[in-house]
């Protein structure tokens, strides 16, 4: 199987704005995906998930009213723009993919990730 393919990510000043996005092949975009992330000496926190077919959202309650994920289903593609960011969203961002049933926003419901990618945010 082939990982999801993340891209995006990088350094940005407090009140920024960045955007990622993740690739995922063939049946593993179905029928949800999501966005998690891990800062150091943290646990995984799940951010966002979006059901593929209606474009459907969910989300953490760190990203509530500043984060947005999309999808573009002819790419196969989710993305996650991050808006009026904050030094604690600093962190590794993942994607999720092949869904495995259950509570979305869980990383263990997943069976795919991405190799993650660095956001760091300075105030």
């Known amino acids: 199987q082939v990982q999801p393919v993340e891209s995006g990510g990088g350094s940005v000043q407090a009140g920024g704005s960045l955007s990622l996005s993740c690739r995922a092949s063939g049946r593993a975009y179905n029928p949800y995906m999501a966005w998690f992330r891990q800062a150091p000496g943290k646990q995984h926190e799940g951010v966002a998930a979006i059901a593929t077919a209606d474009g459907s959202p969910w989300y953490g309650d760190s990203a509530k009213g500043r984060f947005t994920i999309a999808r573009d289903n002819a790419k196969r593609t989710i993305y996650l723009q991050m808006n009026n960011l904050r030094p604690e969203d600093s962190a590794v961002y993942y994607c999720?993919?092949?869904?495995?049933?259950?509570?979305?926003?869980?990383?263990?419901?997943?069976?795919?990730w991405g190799q993650g990618t660095q956001v760091t945010v300075s105030a």
């Open positions: 999720a993919a092949d869904w495995r049933g259950g509570r979305l926003l869980d990383k263990s419901q997943y069976n795919q």
